[in-house]
């Protein structure tokens, strides 16, 4: 019971609110966990009300700049054989868990995964062994629903358009999004294709519970890439 409140407080908190994804590319100046840290912190002195945030040496520095702040930590992980990569082991979100995140960004994809667990049993261990909450990464409602009936309590549209059934279409995920949001019983999470204040209104408009926008506010090294397009020409 006291597990089940600590959950409601922490998505009631996050109801309507903005999350800020801070990440950067491996080979730029910001992904020192310092820089990340110190990015996480400038969003969140602007108004976000949580993080999402990817390796465990980036989630402990976060959690010690941020020590009362919601982090969603993930793990970007590849292994040959499968597409997975967002927390795609049990060994990876406990890695997150123990760096200090509060709730498992995991892939709910219903792809093989590198060790052959499946979806349900690791959404299971991350609740029953590590005490924590999951957030899962979807690319279409039937790996959402599989991942909120194993007791995911949170569902984003975080993988439309980046999975090889989806590669042909262009986030944000709309429709997606509507079927999470009025299908599954979950804290609904849109993620993906953000670009402007007015594409997140649309978002909350459609039924998500909070957003999480990434490039448009923390990718400089992305965003000045996309500038420089003319200049190559």
Same mark, same amino acid.
């Given at each position: 019971?006291?597990?089940?409140?600590?959950?409601?407080?922490?998505?009631?908190?996050?109801?309507?609110?903005?999350?800020?994804?801070?990440?950067?590319?491996?080979?730029?100046?910001?992904? %020192?966990?310092?820089?990340?840290? *110190?990015? &996480? !912190?400038? $969003? =969140?002195?602007? /108004? #976000?009300?949580?993080?999402?945030?990817?390796?465990?040496?980036?989630?402990?520095?976060?959690?010690?700049?941020?020590?009362?702040?919601?982090?969603?930590?993930?793990?970007?992980?590849?292994?040959?054989?499968?597409?997975?990569?967002?927390?795609?082991?049990?060994?990876?979100?406990?890695?997150?868990?123990?760096?200090?995140?509060?709730?498992?960004?995991?892939?709910?994809?219903?792809?093989?995964?590198?060790?052959?667990?499946?979806?349900?049993?690791?959404?299971?261990?991350?609740?029953?062994?590590?005490?924590?909450?999951?957030? %899962?990464?979807?690319?279409?409602? *039937?790996? &959402? !629903?599989? $991942? =909120?009936?194993? /007791? #995911?309590?949170?569902?984003?549209?975080?993988?439309?358009?980046?999975?090889?059934?989806?590669?042909?279409?262009?986030?944000?995920?709309?429709?997606?999004?509507?079927?999470?949001?009025?299908?599954?019983?979950?804290?609904?999470?849109?993620?993906?294709?953000?670009?402007?204040?007015?594409?997140?209104?649309?978002?909350?408009?459609?039924?998500?519970?909070?957003?999480?926008?990434?490039?448009?506010?923390?990718?400089?090294?992305?965003?000045?890439?996309?500038?420089?397009?003319?200049?190559?020409?």
């Amino acid at each position: 019971m006291e597990r089940t409140l600590f959950i409601l407080a922490m998505l009631t908190a996050l109801d309507h609110q903005l999350i800020v994804s801070c990440q950067a590319p491996p080979d730029s100046p910001l992904y %020192a966990p310092e820089m990340i840290a *110190a990015i &996480a !912190k400038a $969003a =969140v002195l602007r /108004g #976000a009300a949580a993080v999402r945030i990817d390796t465990p040496a980036h989630v402990k520095a976060v959690r010690q700049a941020l020590p009362q702040i919601p982090i969603i930590g993930l793990w970007k992980q590849t292994f040959p054989g499968s597409e997975v990569y967002i927390t795609p082991r049990f060994a990876d979100a406990m890695a997150i868990a123990e760096a200090g995140a509060d709730i498992i960004a995991i892939d709910a994809t219903l792809r093989d995964r590198p060790n052959g667990e499946q979806l349900p049993d690791l959404v299971q261990q991350i609740k029953n062994k590590l005490g924590k909450r999951v957030m %899962a990464d979807a690319d279409d409602l *039937a790996g &959402a !629903k599989v $991942a =909120v009936e194993a /007791g #995911a309590e949170i569902a984003g549209t975080t993988l439309y358009g980046y999975t090889t059934q989806t590669r042909q279409d262009q986030p944000p995920a709309w429709a997606l999004l509507e079927k999470i949001a009025t299908q599954l019983d979950c804290f609904t999470i849109c993620e993906g294709g953000i670009a402007t204040p007015e594409m997140a209104q649309q978002a909350l408009d459609l039924g998500a519970n909070a957003v999480v926008v990434g490039t448009a506010i923390t990718g400089v090294d992305l965003k000045v890439q996309a500038f420089m397009k003319p200049f190559e020409t």
